[in-house]
Structure formats: C-alpha cells, structure tokens
C-alpha cells in the first residue's frame, strides 16, 4: 500500500478508529494465541517419540511453537520497535474507510445466513439489490435487471448445465424446482 | 527426442474440438478475473474448479490453466489502460504501460505487453517441456529427506524473497501449516485441533482460505480504497499491431533477458513479483532509453511483462515435476490434480504420459489463444471496468460464496471463507504476505509426512538431513535462506555500531 501514499495522507483529516499499532499488537496477540492454542493440544496427544515414530503433536508442536515465538517478536517490535514508531501512530483504518468495509461485511453475513434458510437464489437476489441500494444508491430501475438476471443465470449454469445443485430453500420448493 | 514425440502425442489428446472450446472458453474467463479487482488467478480457479469434477482431467486441467493464462494476460489491461495493478507482479507493468496509454499509445502498449507476455510464457513453456522430463526423472531418486529438504527450501525462499517482515512471513506459514494439521491424523488415526467439534473434523480446505483470503479480503480493502475507474480508452487497430510488432523485433535482447530472469526466479515461490521488478530494474540499466524509464518507456514496458509471465508459467515447473507449486495459483492447481486422483510428482511422468504431454501441449495452444483472445476482446473488458464498482461488487461475492459452497457442498465452508476473508482484510492493512499461508496449507501434510518418514529412516536423528551430498547441499541452502534475513540483520547492527 506504500504506493498510495496521497490517498492516506488525504484522511489524516479523517478520524482515525483504531492504530495500526494497536492492531499489530491485536493481531500478534491473536496468532500467538492460536500458536498456544496448537501446542495445548500437541501436548494432549503427545510430541515426542513413540515406537511407531514421532507421535501425532511432534509435528504441530513445533510449529506452534516457531508461531509462539515469531508472534511475540512481531507483538514486541510493534509494540516498542523504534522503526515502528512512526508507522505504528498511522490509523489502521479511518472512520470514512470503515463504513463501506461494513456496508459489504454486514449484507454479507446476511447474506450466508439467508443461504442457510432461504436458499441461495432468492438471498442471491436480495444480497444484490440490497448491497447496490446501500453502496450505490440504484433505484429499482437499475437494482432489478441485476438482481434477477444473476440468480437466474446461476440456475441455468450449475443446475442445468454442470449439475451442481445449489442450497435451495421454501421458495424454490413452492415453485417445485 | 523422445519429448518431442510425446509433446506430439500431447497435440492428439488437446486438439478436440470440445476442449479447444473449453480454452477459449477458459481464456475469456481468465481475462476476466485477471480484469476485475477481488478476483485473480488463484481466486478465479479456486471458485471454478468444482464445476470441472464432471469433467475428464484433461479437459479440466485445460480449462484451469487457460484461466490461469488469461488472468496472467488480463493483468496488464488494468495496469496499463487503469494504472490499477491485478495483484503485486502487475506493479511494474504500471510504471511504463501507464504513461504510455496517457501519451495515446494505448494500442502500442497493450501490443507489446501481450507480446510480451506472450513471448516470457512461451520461453517458460519451452523449458518445461525440456526440462520436466529430466528434473522427473532426476526426482524419482529422492526420498522423504529430499522431499522434506526441497519443500524447507521452497519455504526458506519466502524469508529471504519477500519485501515482509520475516516474523510476518513465518507467522503466516505457520498458521498455514497449524491449519493443514486440523482433522485425522493419516498415521495414528488420532483427531488433532478438533476439540469436540465435528464441524473441524473434516479440517480446512485450502480452496476456502483461497477464496476467502484472495477474494472477500481483496473486496473489503477495494471497498475501503473507494475504488474507481478512471482509465483511457483503447481500442487496438491491426495497423497498429503491425507496427508495434515490426517495432519489437528490435528489442529481442531485453525479450531474451527477461524471460530467462523470469523463468529463473518463477521456479520459486513468491518469485514473479522479484522477477517483474528485478527485470525492470536491469532493463533500465541495459536500455539506451534507460533515463526515459517510469515516463513511457517500451523497454520499461517489454521487461516486467515478459518476466512475470516467465515466472507464472515456470511456477508450473516444480508443480509438475516435484509437486511442489511455486505459486497460489499452481497451488490451486495441484489442489484439482489432486482432487481428480493425480498425485504430482516425478511419478507423475511416468504413469500419466497423456495427461501430461496434453497439459504441456495445452500451454503452447492455451498461450496462442490467449494472445489472439486479449487482443481483438480489449475494448469489451475495457467497458467491463467501467461497470460501478458496487454493481460488480456483489457479483463476485456472490461467486466467492458458490465457489466456496460447492466445493464440498458444505455451509460450514460458506463461513469458513468469511473468517478467511476477514483474516485476509487484517493480514493485507498489516502486510502480511498471504501466499506463504496458502502454500504451506496445500503443502503441509506432505511436508510433515516426508519429515515423519525421514524421522524413521534415521530414528530421529536430524542427520538424515545431512546423509548423503545432495539432501545436505538443499537442506543447507535453505537454512541459509531461512535465516538470511537475520544474517543481514546482525550485519546491519554491526555497521551501524561502527558509525556511531
């Protein structure tokens, strides 16, 4: 991202939510967790030598354990490295940056959700015109054409022509697809 | 001789008229994800790749890699009409492709960066069909050690290649290789890192964290740039063409240069973006417009594009012949191989001949059509672009989320690419680099049982290591790379301390 530097510079204006510090050190602490998280369980089934050969946590152990220590050094540099002072005081991301990050995240998670229980077709056809009403403001004009064309075309593509069915849910069933 | 006779043989199973349509039809897709931000080769493969298991791994393979060569074509679109690079190998591409499309020579620039790319692929493909046969051949000698020491090297390179912090390289490879471990352990039977819960038994695929890390995570920093298209308008005229061509001619020297630094570096992992760069770097030194360069330079232009795809198509080389991918996308290869019941590796050579030749021979055609497909298609991708991001937006997650469903029919996995798509967010703002994860997720089991099978070949003793010339000469080589970037560390403290 270093070749951007105007488009940064440009929201300094702009409030920052959090540090690329703070979420350097968030996202050492995370992996180093992970990496305990690997050896507590290496540990369970065993990492040393059995007479079949190295036991199941040998490998894992020692992964977890080159992760532990990397994270640390990752989590103390940023922390207290006098090369990151300067990096590390930048916003991870902006208040004016965060929204449309959000605007995708949430319609996503709805959208996986609507998959579960309402098939993939008509959550296509909602996560579509929703997301385009959201992130670009289409009227029903140009939100429809879109959003019925794509769950159509997928249809004919997986279930038609390569036979992969998809998750289907009541709608589909009162239409007997 | 023999490889020229298989090579023939390979022409017979690819020339069909079925699976010429599927090359095309593969080409256009390719250009496609290469075009569009949020998709990309090893994205782009990873979603379509269920739809090939109907098909015979010829075909398939086909198809895949047609993607692959058109997304390595697309790139260039972008970074010269865009000056938006698809992914980091495509940087270069701007510096020259750019300033020469504002100058109004757009035609003359996507001309030569397609000839280019062409002519880095073709160099690439001509030492693959050369040179696989041999490294097979040579690899049916090794073991698990030198498996195990090939695939520490091909991880090494990763530490000493990469512009990222090192710690940041093998934490990423880390949680690769923690992730590949998740399920049933093949030798003990035993469950590992499932804690109880039957969702993880079944453990991660690697072509979930491709399509989450690749695709949701690009989508989301995208989204966050507030990305929009303002790019100059091309269109390519044949007279053009033939101008630029005759132009070319003259400029073999950097075209040689490049593909032999691409192919060189593209053999390993993360090389194609050192390739691009390193490429552009000599070209400028070589160049008698060499103080021209970053202004609109063909030189410029000519370097990085021939390189990169040397290295794309080379990073099939070691996929090939060792199993081992030299890039995401070679990964995601392996991946289908895999799926369809081919075991990479010297082997490979020997007991599917036809597959093989015909996925060789399939590069040569692939190439062709990919060069006659980006040249009369640009206008059209060209307008693609234009198309609002929000428009494309939830097309392409909608992709993703298919892609990452019918991979195994699983909702578990539609979450999973979320998790991956948020972690890849996080890991792309903090520079993380991402391939290393991938690769050491497809990787992983392979590497721990090579390094079990060695462990008791010598009953434990790391020497195994060091038993015969060469397993010791790779397992030194990558410890040297391994721990390069504290060598120049402690040299950097040192020199440091003297000027104080």
């Not at chain 1, 995370?30 to 036991?55: C, H, K, N, T």
């Not at chain 2, 360069?293 to 990085?304: E, K, Y």
Request: include cysteine; hydrophobic fraction near 55%; aromatic fraction near 12%.
């Amino acid at each position: 991202m270093d070749s951007e530097p105007s488009s940064r510079d440009a929201d300094e204006a702009d409030e920052a939510v959090v540090s690329t510090r703070t979420m350097e050190i968030a996202v050492s602490a995370g992996f180093f967790l992970v990496g305990a998280l690997v050896m507590w369980d290496s540990v369970r089934l065993g990492f040393s030598w059995s007479e079949i050969g190295p036991e199941a946590g040998y490998f894992p152990f020692y992964i977890s354990l080159i992760m532990m220590v990397a994270a640390m050094s990752n989590l103390l540099m940023s922390a207290f490295g006098r090369k990151n002072k300067l990096s590390g005081a930048r916003p991870f991301v902006t208040r004016k940056q965060l929204k449309p990050v959000l605007a995708v995240l949430f319609p996503l998670i709805f959208y996986i959700f609507g998959i579960q229980y309402l098939g993939l077709y008509v959550s296509t056809a909602l996560f579509i015109a929703i997301f385009m009403r959201i992130n670009g403001q289409y009227g029903l004009k140009k939100i429809a054409p879109v959003a019925i064309t794509v769950p159509v075309a997928v249809y004919l593509m997986f279930e038609k022509w390569f036979l992969v069915p998809l998750p289907k849910g009541p709608i589909e069933a009162l239409l007997g697809l | 001789m023999e490889e020229m006779n298989s090579l023939i043989q390979g022409f017979g199973v690819v020339l069909t008229p079925y699976n010429i349509m599927l090359m095309f039809v593969g080409i256009f897709l390719g250009v496609l994800v290469g075009v569009l931000p949020g998709l990309g080769g090893a994205n782009g493969i990873a979603i379509l790749l269920p739809i090939t298991f109907t098909m015979n791994p010829s075909s398939a393979i086909i198809m895949l890699s047609c993607i692959y060569w058109g997304s390595l074509f697309g790139g260039a679109i972008t970074s010269i009409l865009f000056n938006i690079p698809g992914c980091s190998w495509s940087v270069a591409t701007t510096f020259d492709g750019y300033p020469m499309a504002k100058k109004g020579q757009a035609g003359e620039a996507l001309t030569t960066s397609f000839t280019a790319s062409f002519i880095g692929a073709f160099f690439a493909i001509l030492l693959i069909t050369f040179l696989a046969p041999l490294i097979a051949r040579f690899a049916l000698r090794f073991g698990p050690p030198e498996f195990f020491a090939i695939m520490l090297l091909t991880f090494a390179s990763f530490m000493s290649m990469g512009k990222e912090a090192p710690t940041k390289v093998l934490m990423a490879m880390m949680l690769g290789f923690a992730l590949a471990c998740v399920g049933i352990d093949v030798v003990t039977g035993q469950l590992r890192m499932t804690f109880g819960s039957m969702e993880l038994l079944r453990g991660f695929a690697f072509l979930i964290a491709v399509i989450g890390l690749f695709g949701i995570g690009e989508i989301l920093v995208s989204m966050e740039e507030g990305l929009r298209f303002r790019g100059v308008a091309a269109k390519i005229d044949p007279r053009v063409v033939v101008k630029t061509w005759r132009m070319l001619l003259g400029h073999w020297g950097n075209f040689l240069r490049s593909s032999i630094i691409g192919s060189a570096l593209g053999i390993a992992p993360a090389g194609a973006t050192p390739a691009s760069f390193m490429s552009y770097g000599i070209a400028k030194k070589f160049s008698k417009e060499g103080d021209k360069f970053g202004t609109g330079a063909i030189d410029g232009l000519i370097a990085p594009e021939t390189a990169n795809n040397a290295a794309g198509t080379a990073a099939l080389l070691p996929m090939l012949t060792l199993g081992i991918p030299g890039s995401p996308t070679a990964a995601v290869l392996l991946g289908g191989l895999l799926i369809w019941g081919l075991q990479p590796g010297p082997l490979l050579f020997v007991e599917q001949k036809e597959f093989v030749w015909g996925l060789i021979a399939s590069m040569y055609l692939g190439n062709i059509a990919g060069l006659i497909v980006v040249m009369t298609t640009v206008p059209l991708f060209a307008a693609i672009l234009r198309v609002p991001f929000s428009i494309i937006a939830p097309i392409i997650i909608t992709a993703c989320s298919i892609g990452a469903f019918t991979v195994a029919s699983s909702m578990g996995d539609v979450w999973y690419m979320l998790v991956f798509g948020i972690l890849g967010y996080l890991l792309k703002k903090l520079k993380y680099p991402v391939a290393p994860l991938v690769l050491a997720m497809v990787l992983g089991n392979a590497a721990e049982n090579a390094f079990r099978q060695s462990m008791l070949m010598s009953q434990g003793s790391l020497g195994m290591f060091w038993s015969n010339g060469l397993v010791g000469t790779i397992a030194t080589v990558a410890l040297l790379l391994l721990f390069w970037p504290l060598f120049t560390w402690l040299y950097g403290m040192t020199k440091q301390r003297k000027f104080a």
